[in-house]
Each structure stands twice: as structure tokens, then as C-alpha cells.
């Protein structure tokens, strides 16, 4: 196969490609002078401030500029969430995610928005007021400072202090519901009630209040406060693609979601999973005798047991897993009881019922949609009673229990529920609706009038991205927009416990909106209400926000399905790369260690960064003041740990050292924060009959059923353990920590033995997975876990044939398979350190090149033979970057580079020329790339070409069964900054 374009033919391109991104990465890297931060903390003046729930401000300050610098710096941050604007531009949104203890701020250069004379600095400020997944809510506050030299070499700064002018942000709605426990708030936004022109200069903001300023930049409660470290997001407008239909949609009849967060006013600064115990009571009317239909949940959470008209639904069977339940409602009035009993990390219950007739909701005692008993404590002696109610008169003995709901208690709007529960109704009028996709002046137009009309719009791929669009209606015009990633049998699979949603509601006349919030996703549906005249809208658009990176790595072959996972892969890593590594994009947008670890590898390698990788391992880490193993998600306040993830958080540190070189960052940094972590697993998580790591925790390692966890001692943390303490040890010998390295030597040694003691089972020729809590072991094999013992050394030679055999899908019967592209990264690695490469790009071909045969765009979290599909779908989420592995797994054990000496000034090269006709690459390193090129002449030869950047040391070896011509050893050393080819030979 011959490739129509090849960088090797282009030395010029690969010469400026690699100076453009080194001089990218040190541009963002550098740090410039800057003055210490005098700005102080300001909110606007609060009689209210016990309330800080889902709060909204805009703050603004003008400010004069004499003369244009050639360099301005702006530092801002928040808590929670900001946009900044410059003379009414968008300039940057943040903060980073960051421990309060540990507070960051976000540095951006920003002369190309100042003007000479009068300027204006605005800031849209979100305060979720509570804990997420992602957050540490501690008060709301926002800080700024803006500084420049004038012609005299003055510093000049403008600084958040009592001269700002704020006011509440009221075009936010505060009664919007929670999107998710990871994320903030559901957007929806009235632009009739924004100040227009507020972000311009000229806006008289006289009747704003004076902003408060109540701690400076080194004060309580954000401690230690300090640069990210890393550039702000990027952000790539890509116009929609198409739109796949346009159609006339229903919302359901009953769709009301209400806080129990708020009915009880719970503490949302700590850990969040919270068992509710309430009883709602209402009536739903019917104007017929008809069937209607429940429907399950989109948001929010579900438990306990629903009665209607006396008639029990089985919420798991009937509702949760078949999403709607038919039930009959006679005519007239027909009582609703739902008993809540359950752990939660969501407030929110969200009823959802649809039918052909008219049915209304109203509480059965008393006005509004509910009435409301609770909470119950769990001792309460009158909830047995009142939890099993069946009818409305069961309930009169507690009547008095119950209350009617507050206005702040219910949620406004579930834009989500009214989106992902419309019913069609037939195709909609719409004129020209391919115009919205279009750049240019062409407008897709809805005629006035009702029903509510549908665009289904298809963004070309999936995208980490704020919606955008133009839209021309008359004032109050409502614009609801869902986000999802993909159909499934036809219809689409909306996101479940998560409003991927917002509304927008016009302003009369052409406007343009942005969402502030960045939602991952594919298709967007744009459904149109409250039409009192025609609705124009054109250039509806995803803004992709990502990290900041330059394509330094580069992966092409003779094999078209690798190139195209290449490709997918590196769209799958932008959608998921952040201020830190996220989990999916649509779900959570959160930072989890263990994943970390996987998409790190593939950063090196697809982009050349460590910054970022850097900033990962140090939030991990300083989870340890929280916690004896490093949290499975940072920056929360949630105490739960996955002890895989806190142990390869620790290998993510040894290998960011390996990859940069870097020592200074792991001896002072990360060393230490390790050394505590292990001790803390030698000296308190050893069980004293076993001699195994023990801990009560989240035993997670794959998405798949069948394997046996559920114990304090499980197979795959101790083999993890071992593998830590190896590489703890060596941290320590770096550290010229000796005392400590041959502890940890003798620690991993000893566990090693006892691994063997206790997990093996002789008769399956395999470990098991766990020692069950009664000390006997599991019956249970699986293939995630016995692979790992291969891949931590604890096998022994004797045994790892037949262990291999299960890590190779050999033996089958009675084995839990692998169940997502993570875990079976680690197969992968296995599989290219044993030389079988060939079988590992079998496995790639099949599990991802299956995954682009169903036309995806980016790679799913898990397989279909996993278990987040919920038995209904491939799988949960179709974006996560932990399965981009293979485009490390092409550089690292295909193009055959393997870094000898830390930061890459030695490396290893065995380019696997006998498995492909052609193949070229560039691998990134801190200190410069190499470019790799074979083509392989016929089954005996192949020209292989290499190229390093000064100062780094090759060592080529041909793959096993070849051997270099004219050379008199297997291996040679490639001239350091040029070209060399070679001929390669079969033995």
C-alpha cells in the first residue's frame, strides 16, 4: 500500500513542526514577571449569605489605558465557576479544579483586548453552594487582577476591591435543577432579564451595588493560592453538520422534580451520599379512563416504593430497567404515595408521567403539586407506618406530618425531563433547516404558532463543547437544548441520572447566546415553544474546549483500520482532556486518578505534554491530607477510594518521572506524598492472619459482571501493592531514601510469596479474585486479574504458562472476561512487553476497530460485553479517554520506543517491521522527537529510516528474527541529529 503523503518525505515540515510545538510548550510553560497579587476577594454585600445555593453575579470595572502595552497578564479565579470578558470580548472561563487548601488561579496574556481610553473588565460569576464530584464548595467569591507596564516602566493594576460594581445575575434561574453529583446546575437563561450592553464600556452601572471585599488574595478560606501551572482551555468553534429531522414533539403531562436537599437543608459541604427518608402524597387527575405511562427518571434519584390508585410499582423492574410502566388511571382523581427510603449523592426526586388524555398532579393535602412528610430519622418510630400507606386515607393519621412544598424547594424547570420524555406528533414546518449549518447569511426559519418543533441537529462528531447559535424571535421565545452522543435502534439514547440540557429564552430581535456550561455529546435536539412569531436561527455551532496541545506525535501505517484508531483516539483524548484528565464528557467532566494513569501515557506520546500529567499527579496527591491512599477523584470532599486508582496514581508519578526527567518534581514533590501513602498501607491495611493488603473500599478495577470483590481482600490490590512498592522503592533510591527502598524491596517480596500462598488455585491453574470476609477463598477467576499478576511480576515461572494462557483468552470457561478498553490496556502492555505485538494489534483491530464499525467518532467507556449498557445499550457513555490506549501502545511497541534514560535522552528503538508493509511515526520527548520510517520491500527486507533531534541517544534493534545489514552486533547507535537509514533482514 503506498501512502499519498508521508512527513518523512518533508524533513523542512518535521523540522518546523517539532520547533513550533517545543516553542508552544516553553511559551506555556514560562512564567512571567509578575507583581504579587493585591486584589482581594469580593462577592456583592449578602443579608442573605446562609443561602449560597446555585448563586449568580455579574461584577464589572472600568478602568483607563493611556498607552497599549505590549504585554498585559490577567489572574483570575473563583469559586465556583467564571467567565471574564474584556470590552465585551470573551477573554477566559475557570477556574481549574483545586483543593481550597491548595487554591489555583488561571494566568492568561490579554494586550490584544485592551483599547486606549476608557476599558471595562465584566465577570459572570456561578456559585454552586454545594459539593460535587469535581468541587469543594466553600463560599462564594471571585478574584481578579489585571497588570501592565506603562511607557515609563510603571506597573499599573486593576484589582477586584470595593471600587467593583456587582449585582445578582437574575437572567440565571436559581430554582434550576442539579445537572448531576459531578456537576453544577442545569443553565437555563432569560436574556429579557440581562442588562443589555452589561460587559461594555459606556454601561451605566451607577444603580449596581458597591462589591464587598472580605479577604485578601493570601487569607482564609482559599489557602495557598497560585498559578495552575497550565494554559487555559482552548476553544474551536466547528459549525453543526446537518440536521437529521425536524418534528413537531409533545412534552409529557406531568414532569415535576423536587429538591429534598432543600426540604431538609442538608449540609451539601461534606460527603454528600445521604439517605432520604419523605413521603410524598398527590393526586393525579384524569379527564378520562385511560392508560398512562410512568416514565423513568432522566435526573435525580429513585427509591423506596410508588403507589397509584392503590396499585404498587416495582420501581426496579418496572421502571428503572424498563423506563416506562403502564398503569391505569380511572376517571377523576387518583392518589399518588411515594415512600423515599435510599442513599443518595443526588437531592433531587423527579416524577415523570405521560398519557393521551389530560392528567394534572395537586397535593393531596393542602395547594401545590405535593404534599411533603419528612425527613424521618432512622429511628423514627412513625415511618413504618406512614412508608406503607396504599391509600390516601391511610395517611389521615398523619396528616398533620405533612406540609405543602416552598417555592424554593420545587425545581422551576426540568428542561431535561420535558426533552427526553416529548413524544413526536409529526413533521414539523421548517423552512431551509440545513441553513443553520451553514456560514452564511441563509437563516433556517420556523413559522409562529404551536406545537413545539424539534431540530435534531448532528454536530459531525462528538465534542467537550459550549453551544453556541443565532437566533432572531420575538421576546420569550423558549429554546430548550439536550445533548446526547448517540442513537440507538433509531431513537435516541438520551443521558440518564444527568441533564445534559439548558434553555434559553429570547429577548426580542436577532441575539446570540453561548451556554456557559460545556456539555459532550454529538447531537444536540433544539426544540422551539412559546412561538409568537416566525423563529430565524443560523450558524448553530459545538465550541470543542480542550486543553491546549500540539500534535508532536504522529502515527500513519499500511494498515488503514490502525490509522483511523489513531485518529479516533486523539479525538477521544481532546473531549477528555480539561484542566485535568476527565472522566467522560457528557457524564462527569471529573478527575479520576486511575484513569489518569492510562490517558497520561497516551498524552506523551499523541501530544508530548506533561503539564498537564504534572497537575494530575499533584491533586492526586494532595488528596493524602484528606485520606490514608490517595482519592479515587479529586477535588471532593467525598471520602470514598478505589485503592487501584490511589496505586496507579503512584505509577503515573514514576512514569511522569521517566518521561521528563524530572527529579525535582518527584523527589520534592511526589516522593514524599508516596512514602506516606505506603506506609499507610504497611502500617494499617495488613491483615493480621493473612499477611494481605485488607481495606474496606470501592474493589473496582473493570466494568464487568462476575468478578467476586465484595471482600476486604481482593487479588488485584495486592498485586498492584507490589508493583507500588517496587516502584516506591525506586523513588526512594532517587531520593537517596536507602532505608526505606530496601524496606519496600523486602515488603514487595514478602507479598509477592503470600500472593502465591493464598490466591493461587491449583486445580484452575489460576488466582482467584479475593480471600472472602470468613477467610476462604473465591471460586472466582478472572482474566483482568491474572493478567495484572503476570504483568506485576508476582508469577512465578513455574505457573505462567497456564496464567498466560487465561490472560490470552486461551481458557475461557468459567473466566471473567475483560469488560472495558481500560482494563484491557493493561492486556495490551502485557502483550508488547512478552513480544506479542501481533497478538495485541489482533485485540485492537477487533475490540476498537468494532467500535468504529458502528460509525463512532470517539471510543466508549466500555465494551458491549460490559455492564454499563444497563442491558440496553452498547454501553453508558461513548467518549472516555481512557480508552485511547492504543495510540500509545502504536508508539511504544509498534514504531518499538522505549525510554532508557529518564526524560528520553536514551531510548530504545525496535521498530516491529515484520508485522506491516509500511509504517512512520514521530515520537515526542521533553528534549526534542524521533521520526521513525520502514517499507518493507518484500517479506525479507525493509529500509527502515530514523532521525533524532540533538542530544538524544538511539539505541536500534531490529525485532526478534532480523538483523541489521553491515552491522556487526544486533544493536547500533544512531547518530545523534541526523538522518540514518538502515536495511533490515531476516534472519
Same mark, same amino acid.
Given at each position: 500500500?503506498?501512502?499519498?503523503?508521508?512527513?518523512?518525505?518533508?524533513?523542512?515540515?518535521?523540522?518546523?513542526?517539532?520547533?513550533?510545538?517545543l516553542?508552544?510548550?516553553?511559551?506555556v510553560?514560562?512564567?512571567?514577571?509578575?507583581?504579587?497579587l493585591?486584589?482581594?476577594?469580593?462577592?456583592?454585600?449578602?443579608?442573605?449569605?446562609?443561602?449560597?445555593y446555585n448563586?449568580?453575579?455579574?461584577?464589572?470595572?472600568?478602568?483607563?489605558?493611556d498607552?497599549?502595552p505590549?504585554? %498585559?497578564w490577567?489572574?483570575?479565579?473563583?469559586?465556583?465557576?467564571?467567565?471574564?470578558?474584556?470590552?465585551g470580548?470573551?477573554?477566559?472561563?475557570?477556574?481549574?479544579?483545586?483543593?481550597?487548601?491548595?487554591?489555583r488561579?488561571?494566568?492568561?496574556?490579554?494586550?490584544?483586548?485592551l483599547?486606549?481610553g476608557v476599558?471595562?473588565?465584566?465577570?459572570?460569576?456561578?456559585?454552586?453552594?454545594?459539593?460535587? $464530584?469535581?468541587?469543594?464548595?466553600?463560599r462564594?467569591g471571585?478574584l481578579?487582577?489585571?497588570?501592565?507596564?506603562?511607557?515609563?516602566?510603571?506597573?499599573k493594576i486593576?484589582?477586584?476591591?470595593?471600587?467593583?460594581?456587582?449585582r445578582?445575575?437574575?437572567?440565571h434561574?436559581?430554582?434550576?435543577?442539579?445537572?448531576? %453529583?459531578?456537576?453544577?446546575f442545569e443553565?437555563?437563561?432569560?436574556?429579557?432579564?440581562?442588562?443589555? /450592553?452589561?460587559?461594555?464600556?459606556g454601561?451605566?452601572?451607577?444603580?449596581?451595588?458597591?462589591?464587598?471585599?472580605?479577604a485578601?488574595?493570601?487569607?482564609?478560606?482559599w489557602?495557598?493560592?497560585?498559578?495552575s501551572?497550565?494554559?487555559?482551555?482552548?476553544?474551536?468553534?466547528?459549525t453543526?453538520?446537518?440536521?437529521?429531522?425536524?418534528?413537531n414533539?409533545?412534552?409529557?403531562?406531568?414532569?415535576?422534580?423536587?429538591?429534598?436537599?432543600?426540604?431538609?437543608?442538608?449540609?451539601r459541604?461534606?460527603?454528600?451520599?445521604?439517605?432520604?427518608?419523605f413521603?410524598?402524597?398527590?393526586i393525579?387527575?384524569?379527564?378520562?379512563?385511560?392508560?398512562a405511562?410512568l416514565?423513568?427518571?432522566?435526573?435525580?434519584?429513585?427509591?423506596?416504593?410508588i403507589?397509584?390508585?392503590?396499585?404498587?410499582?416495582?420501581?426496579?423492574?418496572?421502571?428503572?430497567?424498563?423506563?416506562r410502566?403502564a398503569?391505569?388511571?380511572?376517571?377523576?382523581? &387518583?392518589?399518588?404515595?411515594?415512600?423515599?427510603?435510599?442513599?443518595?449523592?443526588?437531592?433531587?426526586?423527579?416524577?415523570?408521567?405521560?398519557?393521551?388524555?389530560?392528567v394534572?398532579?395537586?397535593?393531596?393535602?393542602?395547594?401545590?403539586?405535593?404534599?411533603?412528610?419528612?425527613p424521618?430519622p432512622?429511628?423514627?418510630?412513625?415511618w413504618?407506618?406512614?412508608?406503607?400507606?396504599?391509600?390516601?386515607?391511610?395517611?389521615?393519621?398523619?396528616?398533620?406530618?405533612?406540609?405543602?412544598?416552598?417555592?424554593h424547594?420545587?425545581?422551576?424547570?426540568?428542561?431535561?425531563?420535558?426533552?427526553?420524555?416529548?413524544?413526536?406528533?409529526?413533521?414539523?414546518?421548517?423552512?431551509q433547516?440545513?441553513?443553520?449549518?451553514?456560514?452564511?447569511?441563509?437563516?433556517t426559519?420556523?413559522? $409562529?404558532?404551536?406545537? %413545539?418543533?424539534?431540530?435534531?441537529?448532528?454536530?459531525?462528531?462528538?465534542?467537550?463543547?459550549?453551544?453556541?447559535?443565532e437566533?432572531?424571535a420575538?421576546a420569550?421565545?423558549v429554546?430548550?437544548?439536550?445533548?446526547?452522543?448517540?442513537?440507538?435502534?433509531g431513537?435516541?439514547?438520551?443521558?440518564?441520572?444527568?441533564?445534559?440540557?439548558?434553555r434559553y429564552?429570547t429577548r426580542?430581535?436577532w441575539?446570540?447566546?453561548?451556554?456557559?456550561?460545556?456539555?459532550?455529546?454529538?447531537?444536540?435536539?433544539?426544540?422551539?415553544?412559546?412561538?409568537?412569531?416566525?423563529?430565524?436561527?443560523?450558524?448553530v455551532?459545538?465550541?470543542?474546549t480542550?486543553?491546549p496541545?500540539?500534535?508532536?506525535?504522529?502515527f500513519?501505517?499500511?494498515?488503514?483500520?490502525?490509522?483511523d484508531?489513531?485518529?479516533?483516539?486523539?479525538?477521544?483524548?481532546?473531549s477528555?482532556?480539561e484542566?485535568?484528565?476527565?472522566?467522560c464528557?457528557l457524564y462527569e467532566?471529573?478527575y479520576?486518578?486511575?484513569d =489518569?494513569?492510562?490517558? $497520561?501515557?497516551?498524552?506523551?506520546?499523541?501530544?508530548g505534554?506533561?503539564?498537564?500529567?504534572?497537575?494530575c499527579?499533584?491533586?492526586?496527591?494532595?488528596?493524602?491530607?484528606r485520606?490514608?491512599?490517595?482519592?479515587m477523584?479529586?477535588?471532593?470532599?467525598w471520602?470514598r477510594?478505589?485503592p487501584?486508582?490511589?496505586?496507579?496514581w503512584?505509577?503515573?508519578?514514576?512514569?511522569?518521572y521517566?518521561?521528563?526527567? !524530572?527529579?525535582?518534581?518527584?523527589?520534592?514533590?511526589?516522593?514524599?506524598?508516596?512514602?506516606?501513602?505506603?506506609?499507610?498501607?504497611?502500617?494499617?491495611?495488613?491483615?493480621?492472619k493473612?499477611?494481605?493488603?485488607?481495606?474496606?473500599?470501592?474493589?473496582f478495577?473493570?466494568?464487568?459482571?462476575?468478578?467476586?470483590?465484595?471482600?476486604?481482600i481482593?487479588l488485584h490490590? &495486592?498485586?498492584?501493592?507490589?508493583?507500588?512498592?517496587?516502584?516506591?522503592?525506586?523513588?526512594?533510591?532517587?531520593?537517596?531514601d536507602?532505608?526505606?527502598a530496601?524496606?519496600y524491596?523486602?515488603?514487595?517480596?514478602?507479598?509477592?510469596?503470600l500472593?502465591?500462598?493464598?490466591?493461587?488455585n491449583?486445580?484452575r491453574?489460576?488466582?482467584?479474585?479475593?480471600?472472602?470476609?470468613?477467610?476462604?477463598?473465591?471460586?472466582a477467576?478472572?482474566?483482568?486479574?491474572?493478567?495484572?499478576?503476570?504483568?506485576h511480576?508476582?508469577v512465578?515461572p513455574e505457573?505462567?504458562e497456564?496464567?498466560m494462557?487465561?490472560?490470552l483468552g486461551?481458557?475461557?470457561?468459567?473466566?471473567?472476561p475483560?469488560?472495558?478498553?481500560f482494563?484491557?490496556?493493561?492486556?495490551?502492555e502485557?502483550? /508488547?512487553e512478552t513480544?506479542?505485538?501481533?497478538?495485541?494489534? !489482533?485485540?485492537i483491530?477487533e475490540?476498537?476497530?468494532?467500535?468504529?464499525?458502528?460509525?463512532?467518532?470517539?471510543?466508549w467507556?466500555?465494551?458491549?460485553?460490559? &455492564?454499563?449498557?444497563?442491558?440496553?445499550?452498547p454501553?453508558?457513555?461513548?467518549?472516555?479517554?481512557?480508552?485511547a /490506549?492504543?495510540?500509545?501502545?502504536f508508539?511504544?511497541?509498534?514504531?518499538? =520506543?522505549?525510554i532508557?534514560?529518564?526524560?528520553?535522552?536514551?531510548m530504545?528503538l525496535?521498530?516491529?517491521?515484520?508485522l506491516?508493509e509500511?509504517?512512520?511515526g514521530?515520537?515526542?520527548?521533553?528534549?526534542?522527537?524521533?521520526?521513525?520510517?520502514?517499507?518493507?520491500?518484500?517479506?525479507?527486507?525493509a529500509?527502515?529510516?530514523?532521525?533524532?533531534?540533538?542530544?538524544i541517544?538511539?539505541?536500534?534493534?531490529?525485532?526478534?528474527?532480523?538483523?541489521?545489514k553491515?552491522?556487526?552486533?544486533d544493536?547500533?547507535?544512531v547518530?545523534?541529529?541526523k538522518?540514518?537509514i538502515?536495511?533490515?533482514?531476516?534472519?
Amino acid at each position: 500500500m503506498q501512502l499519498k503523503f508521508s512527513i518523512m518525505n518533508h524533513p523542512a515540515l518535521y523540522t518546523l513542526i517539532t520547533m513550533v510545538a517545543l516553542a508552544t510548550l516553553n511559551a506555556v510553560a514560562s512564567t512571567p514577571d509578575l507583581s504579587a497579587l493585591t486584589a482581594r476577594w469580593i462577592w456583592r454585600p449578602d443579608i442573605e449569605r446562609e443561602d449560597d445555593y446555585n448563586r449568580w453575579i455579574m461584577a464589572r470595572r472600568s478602568f483607563k489605558v493611556d498607552e497599549l502595552p505590549r504585554t %498585559a497578564w490577567l489572574r483570575a479565579t473563583a469559586d465556583t465557576r467564571y467567565q471574564l470578558f474584556i470590552n465585551g470580548a470573551f477573554v477566559v472561563d475557570g477556574p481549574v479544579k483545586a483543593h481550597p487548601e491548595e487554591y489555583r488561579y488561571d494566568r492568561i496574556e490579554v494586550a490584544r483586548f485592551l483599547k486606549t481610553g476608557v476599558n471595562v473588565i465584566a465577570l459572570r460569576v456561578h456559585h454552586w453552594g454545594r459539593d460535587t $464530584a469535581q468541587s469543594i464548595a466553600v463560599r462564594p467569591g471571585v478574584l481578579a487582577q489585571l497588570e501592565w507596564r506603562d511607557a515609563q516602566g510603571g506597573t499599573k493594576i486593576v484589582a477586584t476591591d470595593t471600587e467593583w460594581r456587582v449585582r445578582d445575575d437574575v437572567a440565571h434561574n436559581r430554582r434550576s435543577p442539579q445537572v448531576s %453529583a459531578h456537576l453544577g446546575f442545569e443553565e437555563q437563561f432569560d436574556a429579557r432579564l440581562e442588562p443589555s /450592553g452589561w460587559m461594555n464600556v459606556g454601561f451605566d452601572d451607577s444603580r449596581w451595588e458597591q462589591a464587598e471585599a472580605f479577604a485578601g488574595a493570601a487569607d482564609a478560606p482559599w489557602l495557598n493560592l497560585r498559578h495552575s501551572g497550565i494554559a487555559p482551555l482552548a476553544k474551536t468553534a466547528h459549525t453543526a453538520a446537518a440536521v437529521l429531522h425536524t418534528l413537531n414533539v409533545s412534552e409529557p403531562q406531568v414532569a415535576v422534580a423536587v429538591n429534598l436537599g432543600r426540604c431538609r437543608n442538608i449540609d451539601r459541604k461534606v460527603d454528600n451520599r445521604n439517605r432520604h427518608r419523605f413521603v410524598l402524597a398527590g393526586i393525579l387527575h384524569s379527564d378520562r379512563e385511560q392508560e398512562a405511562f410512568l416514565l423513568r427518571p432522566s435526573a435525580g434519584f429513585i427509591f423506596g416504593k410508588i403507589r397509584i390508585a392503590g396499585k404498587e410499582v416495582d420501581v426496579k423492574d418496572d421502571l428503572l430497567t424498563q423506563e416506562r410502566h403502564a398503569i391505569q388511571l380511572r376517571r377523576g382523581d &387518583n392518589p399518588v404515595i411515594i415512600a423515599l427510603d435510599g442513599m443518595s449523592e443526588i437531592e433531587e426526586h423527579q416524577f415523570v408521567l405521560d398519557a393521551d388524555g389530560q392528567v394534572t398532579l395537586r397535593a393531596a393535602f393542602g395547594k401545590g403539586v405535593w404534599s411533603l412528610a419528612g425527613p424521618f430519622p432512622l429511628k423514627s418510630e412513625q415511618w413504618p407506618r406512614i412508608s406503607r400507606a396504599d391509600t390516601l386515607e391511610e395517611l389521615e393519621p398523619f396528616r398533620a406530618s405533612f406540609r405543602e412544598l416552598e417555592k424554593h424547594e420545587l425545581i422551576g424547570v426540568d428542561v431535561h425531563a420535558l426533552t427526553s420524555h416529548r413524544r413526536e406528533t409529526g413533521a414539523a414546518e421548517v423552512r431551509q433547516p440545513d441553513a443553520l449549518a451553514i456560514e452564511n447569511e441563509d437563516d433556517t426559519v420556523i413559522p $409562529a404558532g404551536d406545537p %413545539a418543533v424539534e431540530l435534531m441537529i448532528d454536530l459531525g462528531k462528538e465534542y467537550n463543547a459550549h453551544t453556541e447559535f443565532e437566533v432572531c424571535a420575538a421576546a420569550g421565545t423558549v429554546i430548550d437544548g439536550n445533548i446526547f452522543e448517540r442513537f440507538h435502534n433509531g431513537a435516541p439514547q438520551w443521558s440518564w441520572r444527568n441533564r445534559s440540557s439548558f434553555r434559553y429564552i429570547t429577548r426580542d430581535g436577532w441575539q446570540h447566546y453561548r451556554t456557559m456550561r460545556h456539555f459532550g455529546g454529538r447531537y444536540l435536539a433544539l426544540t422551539v415553544r412559546s412561538r409568537a412569531s416566525e423563529v430565524r436561527i443560523r450558524r448553530v455551532a459545538a465550541i470543542a474546549t480542550h486543553y491546549p496541545v500540539a500534535d508532536r506525535g504522529v502515527f500513519f501505517s499500511s494498515d488503514a483500520l490502525l490509522n483511523d484508531i489513531w485518529r479516533v483516539c486523539r479525538q477521544t483524548m481532546l473531549s477528555c482532556m480539561e484542566d485535568t484528565f476527565v472522566d467522560c464528557p457528557l457524564y462527569e467532566q471529573s478527575y479520576w486518578l486511575g484513569d =489518569a494513569r492510562n490517558e $497520561a501515557l497516551v498524552c506523551y506520546f499523541m501530544f508530548g505534554d506533561e503539564a498537564l500529567v504534572r497537575r494530575c499527579c499533584d491533586l492526586g496527591g494532595e488528596s493524602l491530607a484528606r485520606g490514608d491512599l490517595a482519592a479515587m477523584r479529586v477535588p471532593t470532599r467525598w471520602p470514598r477510594v478505589i485503592p487501584a486508582w490511589s496505586f496507579l496514581w503512584l505509577r503515573m508519578c514514576w512514569e511522569h518521572y521517566l518521561y521528563t526527567g !524530572d527529579s525535582d518534581v518527584l523527589v520534592r514533590q511526589n516522593y514524599p506524598r508516596v512514602r506516606t501513602m505506603l506506609d499507610s498501607c504497611l502500617d494499617k491495611y495488613i491483615d493480621e492472619k493473612t499477611g494481605l493488603f485488607s481495606i474496606q473500599a470501592w474493589q473496582f478495577f473493570d466494568w464487568v459482571n462476575g468478578l467476586d470483590t465484595g471482600h476486604r481482600i481482593v487479588l488485584h490490590n &495486592n498485586t498492584f501493592l507490589v508493583d507500588s512498592l517496587r516502584l516506591g522503592a525506586a523513588m526512594a533510591e532517587q531520593a537517596d531514601d536507602k532505608d526505606i527502598a530496601v524496606r519496600y524491596h523486602k515488603k514487595a517480596d514478602e507479598l509477592t510469596a503470600l500472593i502465591n500462598q493464598h490466591f493461587w488455585n491449583e486445580e484452575r491453574g489460576a488466582y482467584v479474585d479475593s480471600i472472602h470476609n470468613d477467610g476462604s477463598p473465591s471460586s472466582a477467576v478472572a482474566r483482568p486479574f491474572n493478567t495484572l499478576a503476570l504483568l506485576h511480576g508476582v508469577v512465578p515461572p513455574e505457573r505462567r504458562e497456564r496464567v498466560m494462557s487465561i490472560a490470552l483468552g486461551e481458557r475461557t470457561e468459567g473466566v471473567t472476561p475483560f469488560g472495558s478498553p481500560f482494563a484491557t490496556l493493561y492486556l495490551l502492555e502485557l502483550l /508488547g512487553e512478552t513480544g506479542r505485538v501481533g497478538e495485541m494489534l !489482533d485485540i485492537i483491530r477487533e475490540q476498537w476497530g468494532g467500535m468504529l464499525d458502528s460509525q463512532t467518532t470517539t471510543f466508549w467507556e466500555s465494551f458491549p460485553i460490559g &455492564n454499563l449498557g444497563g442491558g440496553r445499550y452498547p454501553t453508558r457513555s461513548y467518549c472516555h479517554a481512557w480508552s485511547a /490506549g492504543p495510540a500509545y501502545v502504536f508508539s511504544r511497541y509498534v514504531l518499538g =520506543a522505549e525510554i532508557e534514560e529518564p526524560g528520553g535522552r536514551g531510548m530504545k528503538l525496535t521498530p516491529r517491521v515484520d508485522l506491516m508493509e509500511r509504517a512512520e511515526g514521530l515520537v515526542p520527548l521533553p528534549v526534542g522527537s524521533i521520526r521513525i520510517a520502514w517499507q518493507r520491500e518484500d517479506e525479507q527486507r525493509a529500509e527502515l529510516t530514523v532521525e533524532s533531534s540533538p542530544g538524544i541517544r538511539v539505541t536500534l534493534s531490529p525485532p526478534g528474527g532480523w538483523l541489521i545489514k553491515a552491522a556487526e552486533n544486533d544493536a547500533v547507535t544512531v547518530q545523534s541529529g541526523k538522518e540514518e537509514i538502515f536495511t533490515l533482514i531476516r534472519r
